[in-house]
């Protein structure tokens, strides 16, 4: 039931297993209660449940772990929903469809908005269950004024960057000339490398993997995002060596074209057991932005910041309500005043 989104069957069912003593899933059931309920926004009663769970005798250790940093993500969001902080989101519905749209960056050469999005482009798309769907394409928006958005029908269509296959979020350096972005080319839109391409007489070149330092051989390698001074790239990887799940890394650009160094793992700050995904530097607040499931948050997918002398010993920030909800919220890249995320909300 919860994994085809009848969560009121998912309720009814995980609070009737939970009620049932001495049962095998007892306290597991109990879990997934809290956490749909949770979902709802009823952070009071979802803390209540969590903090009943951990009294459970028969709860193992790693549930009541869960359970704590649960508890901690329904408290942080009743002290964050009291304060009005001055920011709100915009559903951009002339944009937005109802397939997947994600990964919403602007191109600083004409101020396109491109984005990743499993719509029905012109070309093939392959199907992949990790989308429902025909897996994503990269496509432009120009806007008409007013935050009005329609498809762009000038120069730069990212048409010839598209596969088959699965092309996900991309990063321009300041200038625009250049594009980073991933593509994921297994059968299940798996084996995500990074590649570049240029702009060119009006056209993107034909892209090309970076080297093995940022795309390591039997791992997945994807969401690169580059520094506003164009030397330092971050991406996610789940390869050897990180914290477990997906992790954030750095390298640092040598002194040819696109010779990128070693990765270097963001530490254990940043990077948790779980996974931490979409990483973005804002040189405007001079911190990292990613989202994370590892963190203490109010539920999926949250976004943080990473703010102070070092990357490896920041203070971690939820960036709270409005931008974080019960749902995955991801994708966040902002300048001084105007940004973009993607959400389940």
């Excluded at 991406?235 to 696109?258: A, H, P, Q, Y």
């Amino acid at each position: 039931y919860r994994r085809t989104l009848q969560y009121e069957k998912a309720k009814t069912t995980f609070l009737r297993l939970s009620n049932i003593p001495n049962q095998e899933y007892r306290a597991r059931s109990l879990y997934s209660y809290a956490n749909l309920v949770k979902q709802e926004t009823r952070f009071e009663e979802a803390d209540s449940i969590y903090n009943f769970l951990i009294s459970i005798p028969e709860a193992e250790p790693y549930l009541i772990e869960l359970a704590r940093k649960q508890r901690e993500g329904s408290q942080l969001a009743l002290r964050q929903e009291k304060a009005d902080r001055g920011f709100s989101i915009i559903d951009m519905d002339n944009i937005n469809s109802r397939f997947h749209d994600f990964g919403a960056v602007i191109n600083p050469s004409n101020s396109q908005l491109v984005l990743a999005t499993t719509r029905n482009l012109p070309g093939v798309q392959y199907e992949g269950s990790q989308y429902e769907g025909l897996l994503p394409d990269l496509v432009s928006f120009e806007n008409r004024g007013n935050n009005r958005w329609r498809l762009a029908s000038s120069s730069q269509k990212f048409s010839s960057l598209n596969t088959q296959w699965a092309e996900g979020s991309g990063t321009f350096t300041k200038d625009g000339q250049t594009f980073y972005f991933s593509s994921c080319r297994g059968e299940n839109g798996t084996d995500c490398g990074i590649l570049v391409s240029y702009l060119e007489d009006g056209d993107w070149s034909d892209p090309v993997f970076l080297n093995e330092y940022i795309n390591e051989e039997g791992s997945e390698n994807k969401h690169p995002a580059i520094s506003v001074t164009g030397d330092t790239l971050f991406f996610v990887s789940n390869r050897t060596g990180g914290n477990g799940g997906s992790d954030i890394w750095m390298s640092l650009r040598g002194l040819e074209k696109e010779s990128w160094t070693p990765a270097i793992n963001m530490g254990a700050v940043i990077n948790t057991p779980e996974n931490e995904i979409t990483p973005y530097y804002s040189s405007a607040f001079e911190c990292l932005l990613f989202a994370s499931d590892g963190h203490v948050g109010y539920g999926g997918y949250d976004l943080f910041a990473a703010k102070g002398e070092s990357f490896f010993e920041p203070q971690i920030y939820n960036l709270g309500d409005p931008f974080n909800s019960t749902w995955d919220d991801t994708y966040f890249n902002i300048s001084d005043s105007v940004g973009f995320l993607a959400t389940y909300r």
